[in-house]
């Protein structure tokens, strides 16, 4: 069974930035397409963004322009790299592959000022 850690999340003010990671435990990573998810309080748990193993990358329109997603097969590691944060991207972030495997802990992100 494959292990997912995050790491990254923080408070930040309005406008700042963050940079999520998460480390997948095994090998399989670089045969999935991996995706960050995020749940606010009281609302569903949402995908944000997306990579196929070729590097091809899709979006929520909410964070499009402001958040990208990367990967490294090497360190079995997917990012998020969070610009421009706002308000309404507090949530905890977690990370999975296509199709899910088990939920890690996540990491929280709050954006306040």
């Known amino acids: 069974q494959v292990q997912l850690v995050e790491a990254g999340g923080g408070l930040v003010q309005p406008g700042g930035s963050l940079r999520l990671s998460c480390a997948a435990s095994?090998?399989?990573?670089?045969?999935?397409?991996m995706g960050w998810h995020r749940q606010a309080p009281g609302k569903q748990r949402e995908l944000v963004a997306s990579i196929t193993i070729g590097g091809s990358t899709n979006y929520a329109d909410s964070v499009k322009g402001r958040f990208t997603i990367s990967r490294d097969n090497a360190k079995n590691t997917v990012y998020l790299q969070m610009n421009s944060l706002k308000p309404e991207d507090t949530a905890t972030y977690y990370c999975n592959a296509d199709p899910l495997w088990s939920w890690g802990q996540g990491t929280q992100v709050t954006v306040s000022s």
């Open positions: 095994g090998s399989i990573f670089k045969f999935r397409t």
